[in-house]
């Protein structure tokens, strides 16, 4: 009986080992895993952090606007250029407009462009309203430049020489 008593004494001890042995394997195997998981993110982050932050710079532009938003935009006075910028005859004024935006003392100067699909309904063959006093009263017939002080219309000018003077 003693012998017997030794042998499942023996058998409980191999077991729990065991059962050690594996939880002990586990643990391992997981911190190796989690060990090289945080090896491929820090890897990955570091080729992110040495790309030429030139080369792929990504930046909203603000100076496009859609006729829609004429009347509600930033600053007491600020001018809105209408025109059709695929229109190759109206490159004076695109020319025009980027001389204007590199002087130093200036307001700022918006572009709607009237190719844009969002554009066309306030475009118009007609008469127009010189003087809107908001966006449903707004209809642009050609190129057209409007000054916009504390969100009313200041100045409306219509005709591609008209506005290259005003510009210049």
């Known amino acids: 009986m003693a012998k017997r008593k030794k042998k499942i004494e023996n058998e409980d001890f191999v077991d729990e080992s065991l059962k050690l042995k594996n939880v002990i ?3 391992v195997a997981v911190l190796l895993f989690l060990g090289v998981f945080y090896l491929i993110t ?13 080369a792929d710079t990504t ?3 603000t100076e496009d606007i859609l006729v829609g938003s004429s ?7 600020y001018i809105v250029v209408y ?7 109206l490159s004076d004024i695109s020319s025009k407009v980027y001389d ?8 700022p100067l918006y572009v709607a462009d009237m190719s844009n699909v969002f554009n066309k309904n306030y475009s118009t063959d007609g008469d127009t309203n010189k003087s809107p006093k908001d966006i449903d009263e ?3 017939n ?3 430049l409007i000054k916009f002080s504390n969100d009313q219309v200041s100045d409306y000018i219509e005709g591609i020489d008209n506005i290259l003077n005003y510009l210049a």
């Not at 009347?71 to 006075?77: I, L, Q, S, T």
């Not at 025109?83 to 005859?89: A, G, I, N, P």
């Open 25 to 27: 394997i586990v643990v």
């Open 42 to 54: 820090v890897n990955a982050t570091k080729e992110d952090d040495n790309t030429d932050e030139d």
């Open 59 to 61: 930046y909203i532009q």
């Open 71 to 77: 009347f509600n935009r930033a600053g007491k006075e």
């Open 83 to 89: 025109y059709d910028k695929s229109d190759s005859s």
């Open 100 to 107: 204007y935006r590199n002087k130093e003392d200036r307001l």
């Open 138 to 140: 707004l209809m642009i």
């Open 142 to 144: 050609g190129p057209t």
